[in-house]
């Protein structure tokens, strides 16, 4: 069963379109994110849904319900927002219980719910405190917390985290994920940062200029994206490109100036180009080194021109056929600047975009 | 070698001595440095040239007309009397009536806090509206209630005649109500616009989902955020209205001059001898009011001249 489906939704600013003839079901309690550049979108599909904006065209049904003309607070929607949003001159119970008694709520209904969202989100000592003195995270919770008591069907998250610094975004990412399995609302979780997109999701929809470019499971999104963008989008490090001909038939491969990769076990999308010009995609952390790199169908010898050591692992700056050349190798490995290095990688883990579309092969 | 371990000995304990002057903790307040007596110096003569007005016309209020007619104005009175600030405030005349400043002072009441009231209730429904709940022509009806604020008073003065003739109020109370109203409008609107479209729009998206109507969030969210500027609209009101003397002549009617006017009267009087002591009584209970509030907000006054400077 559906929970949202969004039809044909369309939505200009006076002359300016923001959203195309948008298509987008979401299935009964699901994860969804909604991953993009700034200024794709993103927002503003977040507020169609939730009612804050006025559709130019087509319907947004939740729970098979036409709402595309229903307020807010109808929709059976909670929301929190990238700025939090909380009421500055109420307590954070205030702060809850706002919704409820605008909805008419009796009160002891609205102390057992205050108490049990509180509890889960652990912010019962705050509940009298303002939000000026509360710290980002505390404040998060609260917001959370006030789309948590609504008992809303399904939970709208615009950019929850990216006011806050890097060790408590990874905490509360965390969380939010717990409460999702805990509660199993249907999410629709907005961001630009695509670890919280690969951790959180049951499903990403890559969005560019308006239009969803390709909604899939994470992993298919990493393995097999459907166009170059996203392709340099999805992943840390971003993916190599290789600028070179495809030469198709029986036995596929792709020339790079002089030097020739088979393409031995990459699955195309379509029918083979007989040539073609296009860009060959491999990720970094699919690059193999030393005897394994051997012992692959494409293996190249580069020199090291960069080290970065990262820890866990190693990025390593390369030119391979006169192009840019990441590798990830081993944290513990002590290559250094002009060490020659053998490479491979596997050709049905890599993309291959064509030149002019930028759409997969 | 010992001499020099001797020698080294008084360099260590100057290092130390300046050491122990480097920043660190709360900055020590200087209270002696030549910029800030020059400041204060500065400070205190502009008070004074301000001031000492304020203090001949105290002194004058409290002296009898023989020693005024001395001449010494700076000089305190010899004999100190409250007698003339309770004729200016009781039986002072005013053209015909002899009944003192009391009759202006609760006049200008009557006119102030409706005025006040209604002024600072209408315009900032609008700015609120105009901010945050746009609607088609909604940019154009802000530049004409702006443009309203760039024509000068006195050319809307004979239409707005005829206007509250129209209406059957000309010549009362409720007649000076509405000029006021009307005339606070287009700068009240502006301040409140602006103050209101400041707030982060979030908020009221979160109120949205959370059931808040129109009046819901403008009651329950924005006017609780809002005091500051309420009060800055509250100040700037008061003292105008009060202090205005234009449409309470031509408005308000003979009964109901408001207090400015009534001064006005008093002091220009042609009959009969100057009474300075009652003339500077009656005016220092006139500016009583604009002053009193000056001193018990001063922080929201300042703010509210700034208000008025940036956008006036
Ligand atoms: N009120 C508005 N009037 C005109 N254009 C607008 C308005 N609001 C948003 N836009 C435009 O719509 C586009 C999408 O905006 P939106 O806020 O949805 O972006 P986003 O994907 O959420 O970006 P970010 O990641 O920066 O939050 C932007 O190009 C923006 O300039
Ligand atoms: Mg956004």
Redesign the pocket.
């Given at each position: 069963m559906n929970s949202i489906e969004i039809k044909k939704l369309g939505l200009r600013?006076?002359e300016?379109e923001?959203l195309k003839n948008l298509n987008l079901d979401i299935h009964d309690g699901e994860f969804l994110v909604l991953l993009?550049?700034?200024?794709?979108?993103?927002?503003?599909?977040?507020?169609c849904i939730a009612g804050l904006l006025e559709l130019s065209e087509g319907q947004i049904h939740i729970k098979d319900r036409n709402v595309t003309w229903e307020e807010p607070k109808d929709r059976g929607i909670g929301m929190v927002f990238?700025s939090y949003a909380l009421y500055p001159q109420m307590s954070v119970r205030g702060n809850l219980s706002f919704g409820l008694k605008n909805a008419g709520v009796p009160k002891a209904e609205i102390e057992k719910r205050i108490s049990k969202a509180s509890e889960m989100l652990q912010i019962e000592q705050l509940l009298d405190r303002k939000p000026a003195a509360l710290s980002g995270g505390q404040r998060q919770r609260v917001a959370i917390g006030r789309a948590l008591v609504r008992d809303a069907e399904v939970f709208l998250f615009?950019?929850p985290l990216s006011n806050l610094d890097a060790k408590l975004r990874t905490d509360l990412r965390v969380e939010i994920k717990r409460l999702h399995q805990r509660l199993g609302n249907t999410m629709i979780y907005?961001t630009?940062d695509q670890i919280e997109a690969m951790t959180l999701a049951d499903r990403i929809a890559v969005?560019r200029g308006?239009k969803i470019v390709q909604l899939a499971p994470p992993t298919e999104l990493y393995n097999k994206p459907v166009n170059k963008y996203i392709a340099g989008f999805i992943g840390s490090p971003a993916m190599n490109f290789l600028k070179g001909i495809l030469h198709g038939g029986d036995q596929p491969y792709f020339i790079v100036e002089d030097s020739k990769f088979p393409l031995n076990g990459y699955e195309f999308d379509g029918p083979v180009p007989e040539e073609a010009e296009a860009y060959l995609g491999v990720r970094p952390e699919h690059v193999v080194i030393g005897a394994e790199a051997e012992a692959s169908v494409a293996h190249h010898s580069v020199e090291v021109e960069v080290v970065e050591p990262m820890g866990s692992d190693t990025l390593v700056w390369t030119q391979l056929c006169g192009q840019h050349f990441r590798v990830r190798v081993d944290g513990q490995s002590e290559l250094k600047v002009g060490d020659t290095l053998e490479i491979g990688f596997d050709p049905s883990k890599a993309s291959l975009f064509h030149a002019q579309t930028e759409e997969r092969l | 070698m010992s001499v020099l371990a001797y020698e080294s000995t008084p360099e260590k304990a100057t290092a130390k001595k300046a050491r122990s002057v480097e920043p660190s903790g709360s900055r020590p307040t200087r209270y002696l440095d030549p910029g800030r007596i020059i400041l204060y110096s500065v400070l205190f003569v502009a008070a004074v040239y301000y001031l000492l007005p304020l203090y001949v016309m105290v002194m004058t209020s409290m002296k009898g007309l023989p020693e005024i007619r001395m001449g010494n104005i700076f000089s305190p009175p010899m004999e100190i009397t409250f007698q003339h600030w309770v004729k200016a405030w009781d039986s002072a005349c005013t053209g015909l009536y002899c009944e003192g400043l009391k009759v202006g002072f609760w006049n200008s009441v009557k006119i102030t806090v409706p005025s006040v009231i209604m002024s600072i209730a209408i315009a900032s429904v609008n700015g609120y509206a105009l901010s945050h709940w746009r609607f088609k022509g909604s940019e154009v009806f802000f530049t004409i209630l702006i443009f309203g604020s760039f024509i000068p008073y006195q050319v809307m003065l004979y239409p707005l005649v005829i206007i509250t003739r129209e209406l059957g109020i000309f010549g009362s109370l409720s007649a000076v109500v509405f000029v006021h109203t009307i005339f606070g409008m287009p700068i009240l609107t502006l301040l409140f616009r602006n103050y209101f479209a400041s707030l982060p729009p979030e908020l009221l998206s979160a109120a949205r989902v959370d059931g808040a109507g129109f009046w819901g969030i403008f009651f329950k969210i924005l006017i609780p955020m809002s005091v500051p500027i309420f009060m800055v609209a509250v100040i700037m009101q008061i003292t105008g209205i009060w202090n205005d003397f234009l449409f309470g002549t031509i408005f308000a009617g003979i009964k109901n001059f408001p207090m400015t006017v009534q001064l006005n009267n008093i002091v220009n009087t042609t009959q009969g001898v100057k009474e300075y002591n009652v003339n500077m009584a009656s005016t220092i209970l006139t500016g009583a009011v604009p002053l009193c509030i000056y001193v018990l907000s001063g922080k929201y006054f300042v703010r509210g001249i700034a208000a008025g400077a940036v956008k006036g």
């Open positions: 600013f006076g300016v923001v993009g550049s700034s200024g794709c979108g993103k927002s503003t599909l977040l507020n990238q615009d950019e907005v630009h969005m308006g | -």
